[in-house]
């Protein structure tokens, strides 16, 4: 599985809040799809030239979130029971609680507008 971040877009925010925000912006565009497994910590670390560890904590975030679940010994999934269809509402608070209230500012709306179109 190839999955391509854009850290770029959360300029500003420490490294492991820049990943995180990355995969939830994928998982709200529905790049990840529910039931769908994340790349493996390891894989998704080489690919962006990152600590293995920061990669862990963004999964550990995800999962504390209920936007990921895993079951012991196996692989982190996109969570089956998220919703689909994403308001901008719906995600507001989840970008509030990693970016914290400044969130708009450090991520230029770029999700809004995405999520919108």
Known sequence: MTLTLNLEK???LP???RVTLALIDAILRGELQPG????????????LAISRCTVSNSYEV????GLAETTPCKSI???TTLQTDFSPASFEPIYRGVAG???????GGQIVASLKS
Do not use: T
Not at 101 to 107: E, G, K, S
């Open 15 to 17: 490294l492991h809040k």
């Open 10 to 12: 959360f300029q500003g």
């Open 36 to 47: 769908e497994a994340l790349p493996s910590s390891r894989k998704l670390a080489k690919d």
């Open 62 to 65: 995800l999962i504390s979130l």
């Open 77 to 79: 999934y996109v969570s």
């Open 101 to 107: 209230d400044n969130w708009m500012n450090v991520c």
